[in-house]
């Protein structure tokens, strides 16, 4: 029995029928981290005393009779862009090489007070910023079904993390699709939650109107019970919203809960145009059929600005970047340049020697795309695109409960093959940015392999706040697929 193969609910089953302890739960998830993570170097950090003691923990609540919470003993890998206190928190940069976390996420802190026990703090791109976790300090993820290819970014050593059997779950960022790509790479379920759904308090920001943190699971259940978990209202972040927050788990709840009848699936042509693999297109496609097969009803419906909506991030993106990463200057904390003698050289050889150079690239296109004589031509334009971009996407969900798009545009793709072409780069997230810009939420979930065998992921929306949505049309293809 490996105890890693389980998902939450067998293993709380597991747990409760003392047919397992969350200590050797721990203790399998730490061997597996101790056999893979040296060729994928999902993890920068490992928490073996830290973890076993929650296990332990765990273990001495069930045995004085108390309930199990919703996480009880579930080993999970926090992405290394958000706090918890007494450990790095490095952002995969040599700024913050050796910072040592003073408190924890709101987010982090919730999913710990429901039980989970922490393992390990994944490798992502630096500071957030990437599409295939090539841009880390601290050496590239490896695809955990080829060690030559990427995981995905930013989030990539947490997709790889939960893919490799190392967690049962964990916790990564979104700015423009840095969940839902790594996790349609790695063959995963990730979601990015509606902005402000969840609290950005503790997460090291990149871009404050995009960031939202979220889970990468097995299952859509599993990823239902952790945003539950860390959904919520946060007196900390005023961005934080005080939307009620749904039982997303109880709304999955068995069979019935799999028929689609009288559901309106949105299909959006310009999705399916140039630079799609052919291999994605028709996983997606063999979707909607299975959609359509549940009772569904397939809409056509028009993202006219899809086109448009790289560009608009890659400005706003970046000026808030440029905005955020600010506060890094060598005085403060984080790395401090050595033998300099004037404030300028502080300043300057900190960030130079600081930063490496996909952040330094987006830090000097957002300050550009700020300045005097170039705000209004840029950043002001930027905005009004976005808004545009919204009102697309109100209109869609006019028409449909729910939009279907691929995740990403191709399966993984090899280490190296678009780091020297950043436009490239960039396109990968194409399906992803714009619900990032129009605040909805999205969920990547397997659907398919390549001819090569590797992931291929689809991509399902919601309207703001309806997340119930998404994890409900998640649940009936999931369910589908796996018969």
Known sequence: MNLLDFDIDRLHTALQARHCSAAEVCRAALATIEQRNPALNALLSILPD???????????????????????????????????AGTRTTCASQMLANYMATYTATAVARLEAAGAVIVGKANLDEFAMGSS???????????????????GGSSGGSAAAVAAGMCLAATGSDTGGSIRQPAAFCGVVGVKPTYGRVSRYGLVAFGSSLDQIGPLTRTVRDAARMLRVMAGYDEHDATSSLHAVPDYLAELSGDADTD????????????????????????????????????????????????????????????EASANLARFDGVRYGYRAPDVTTVHDLYALSREQGFGPEVKRRILLGT????????????????????????????????????????????????GEKTDDPLQMYLSDIYTVTLNLAGVPGMSLPCGKSGEGLPIGLQIVAPAFEESRMFRAGWALEHALLQ
């Open 50 to 84: 830290r973890a076993l003691k929650q296990a332990a923990d765990t273990d001495a609540r069930l045995a004085a009779g108390a309930p199990l919470r919703p996480l009880e003993g579930v080993p999970i890998v926090i992405k290394d862009n958000q706090c918890l």
């Open 133 to 151: 976790n090539e841009n880390s300090a601290f050496g590239p993820v490896r695809h955990p079904l080829d060690p030559n290819r990427v995981p």
């Open 260 to 319: 689609l009848r009288g559901w309106r699936i949105g299909v959006a042509q310009e999705a399916f145009g140039a630079g799609l693999d052919p291999a994605v297109e028709l996983a997606v496609r063999q979707a909607l059929k299975t959609f359509e097969a549940l009772g569904a009803t397939l809409v056509e419906v028009s993202l006219p600005r899809l086109g448009y909506a790289i560009a608009d991030y890659y400005i706003i993106a970046t000026a």
């Open 368 to 415: 550009y795309a700020l300045s005097s004589g170039y705000y209004d031509a840029y950043y002001l334009k930027a905005q009004k695109v976005r808004t545009l971009l919204r009102r697309d996407f109100d209109r869609a969900f006019e028409q449909c409960d729910v939009l279907v798009t691929p995740t990403a545009p191709t399966p993984a793709f090899k280490l």
